[in-house]
C-alpha cells in the first residue's frame, strides 16, 4: 500500500509532463524548408534591371516566399529605375535581404540600402553614390541634392533602436543617415571614416563596423545557412523571359528616343513620296514598339495612346483637305507631343501627384531628344534622297538629265493627264505620254483620276483635279 500511494502521485506528474511538453510534430515542422526566391541583378541599373526586380517581387508574393534575396553586383545605373527599384523593396510585403557579390555602387548602393539586411563578401564594396553624366562628370548640385535625401530617407526608413544605458535612454538609427549621405557628398564630414577629400566608399569589414553590413559570406549557400539562419530551405530563382528583355532594351531612354526619331521621321517621308510604302511602315512600327511596352508596364493609358492617334489625324487632316498649315496642324503636333510625353509618366487621369521630379526630367529630355534628332534626320536626308543610291527611290524631284527643260513644261499649261500615281500633295502624273512631278492644288487625288495642269513652278507642275460635269 505504502508503494502505491507514491506510484499514482508520480504517475499523474509524468502525464501532466507529457501534456505539456513539445508533442514530435513541433520539432519535425521546425526542420520544414523555408521558401527562398533569388533575384539576380548583376548588371547595370536599367529598365531591365527594372523589370525583373519588379517581377521578381511579384512571383515571390505568388508562391508564398518566406524571403528574398538579391544577388547583387553592380557598378550603377539610371536614378529613376534605381529610385523605382528603392520604391519597390521598402514596400514589399515578402522581407527582402541583398548579398552584395562584389560591387554595389551608386544605384547599386540605394537599392541596397533599401533591403531589411545587407550581405556581402569580403572584398566588396558599397558606396560612391554620386550622380554623373553620360560623360562621367558630376551632375548639377540640384541632382545631388536629390540623391542625398533619397539616400538618406532610404537609411532612416529601417528606423533607430532603443539603448537603455542604466538611467539614459538613446535611439541608435540602425543606419546612420549620416554614412548614406556621406556616400552621395564629399562635402559630408564623419570622424574616424571619411574626410571632405572624398565621397564615401566601405569594404565589407568597414561596412560591419559602421552598421551597413550585417555579416560577411562568400556564397548565397552561406548567407542563407548561416547568416540568416535557415538550415532547411527551398531555392527558387527569377528566370527572366525574352519579352522582358524585350520590354527593358525597348524602355531603354536611348531607344525610346530614336524610335520618336523613326516615328517623326517615317511620317514625314511617307507624305513626300507616292504611295504608300516602307516610311508608313517605319513610323507604324516603331509608334507600337514605343507604346506596346509603356502600356504593359501600366504607364500608358488608352488616353494617352489616343491623344497620339488624334495627333496624327488632324496632321493628315491639315496636310490632305485644309490648304496651308495652321490650327488643325498646330493642335495636332501638340497632341502628339503630348502622347509621346505623358505616356511616360506615371499619371493617373491626369493626377501627377505621385510622378517625381526626376520622372518628368528624364520624360522630358526623351522626347526633345527625338524630336531634335527627327528633325535634324529630315533636313540631312532631305539634300540626299533622290541622288545616286539606296535613297534614289524615295525621290519625288524629277531626274532633269532625262525629263524635259523648263522651257517645255511651261507648254503644259491647260494640258490634261492622269494621276499616275497617288497625289497626296505630290506625286507622279502622265501628260502626253510622258512622267512628270507633280504637286496637288486640289486635295487628295487618287491613282488613275484625270488631271489639268494649272501652272509651273520650281520645276514642278501643279495639277487639278478635272471634275466631269
Not at 521630379?357 to 527627327?374: E, F, H, Q
Request: glycine fraction near 8%; proline fraction near 4%.
Amino acid at each position: 500500500m505504502k508503494n502505491k500511494a507514491y506510484t499514482i502521485p508520480l504517475v499523474v506528474t509524468l502525464m501532466a509532463v507529457a501534456v505539456w511538453l513539445p508533442p514530435k510534430a513541433t520539432a519535425e515542422q521546425s526542420a520544414t524548408p523555408v521558401s527562398i526566391y533569388r533575384i539576380d541583378i548583376r548588371q547595370d541599373i536599367d529598365r531591365t534591371a527594372q523589370i525583373y526586380l519588379g517581377k521578381g517581387l511579384h512571383e515571390a508574393q505568388d508562391i508564398g516566399a518566406d524571403a528574398v534575396l538579391i544577388h547583387l553586383n553592380t557598378y550603377g545605373g539610371l536614378l529613376d529605375a534605381a529610385d523605382s527599384m528603392r520604391t519597390a523593396i521598402l514596400y514589399s510585403p515578402v522581407p527582402v535581404y541583398v548579398f552584395i557579390d562584389n560591387n554595389a555602387a551608386s544605384a547599386g548602393a540605394l537599392i541596397s540600402l533599401a533591403c531589411r539586411k545587407i550581405y556581402m563578401r569580403r572584398g566588396a564594396s558599397i558606396g560612391a553614390a554620386t550622380v554623373v553624366g553620360q560623360t562621367g562628370e558630376a551632375a548639377p548640385d540640384k541632382y545631388q541634392s536629390y540623391m542625398r535625401s533619397l539616400m538618406r530617407s532610404t537609411a532612416e526608413a529601417h528606423g533607430r533602436d532603443t539603448v537603455v544605458d542604466g538611467r539614459d535612454t538613446t535611439y541608435r538609427w540602425r543606419r546612420d543617415p549620416q554614412i548614406a549621405e556621406a556616400m552621395v557628398d564629399r562635402g559630408t564630414v564623419i570622424p574616424h571614416l571619411v574626410d571632405s577629400s572624398r565621397t564615401l566608399t566601405l569594404t565589407a569589414d568597414e561596412a560591419v563596423r559602421w552598421g551597413y553590413c550585417d555579416g560577411i559570406a562568400n556564397s548565397v549557400d552561406e548567407v542563407i545557412t548561416r547568416l540568416m539562419g535557415y538550415d532547411a530551405y527551398r531555392l527558387t530563382s527569377f528566370s527572366p523571359s525574352w519579352l522582358d528583355n524585350l520590354r527593358g532594351f525597348l524602355m531603354n531612354p536611348v531607344m525610346q528616343s530614336i524610335l520618336i526619331l523613326l516615328i517623326i521621321g517615317g511620317i514625314y517621308f511617307e507624305l513626300q513620296t507616292p504611295g504608300i510604302g516602307f516610311p508608313l511602315a517605319v513610323a507604324v512600327i516603331a509608334a507600337v514598339l514605343y507604346f506596346m511596352p509603356l502600356y504593359i508596364e501600366g504607364l500608358a493609358e488608352n488616353w494617352e495612346i489616343l491623344l497620339f492617334v488624334l495627333g496624327l489625324i488632324l496632321v493628315a487632316f491639315e496636310i490632305f483637305v485644309i490648304p496651308g498649315f495652321g490650327v488643325t496642324g498646330i493642335c495636332g503636333i501638340i497632341l502628339l507631343i503630348a502622347g509621346f510625353f505623358l505616356s511616360l509618366l506615371g499619371n493617373i487621369r491626369f493626377d501627377f501627384s505621385g510622378v517625381r521630379l526626376t520622372d518628368t526630367g528624364r520624360a522630358m529630355m526623351i522626347v526633345l531628344s527625338g524630336i531634335t534628332l527627327g528633325s535634324l534626320a529630315m533636313l540631312w536626308l532631305s539634300d540626299r534622297i533622290g541622288k545616286k543610291g539606296v535613297l534614289r527611290r524615295m525621290a519625288l524631284t524629277a531626274d532633269l538629265e532625262t525629263a524635259v527643260s523648263s522651257p517645255v513644261l511651261t507648254n503644259l499649261i491647260g494640258k490634261e493627264g492622269v494621276a499616275e500615281t497617288v497625289l497626296r500633295l505630290s506625286g507622279k502624273v502622265i501628260i502626253d505620254g510622258r512622267l512628270y512631278d507633280g504637286v496637288s492644288e486640289s486635295g487628295f487625288i487618287e491613282k488613275g483620276t484625270p488631271v489639268r495642269v494649272t501652272r509651273f513652278e520650281n520645276a514642278q507642275i501643279y495639277v487639278e483635279k478635272i471634275i466631269e460635269s
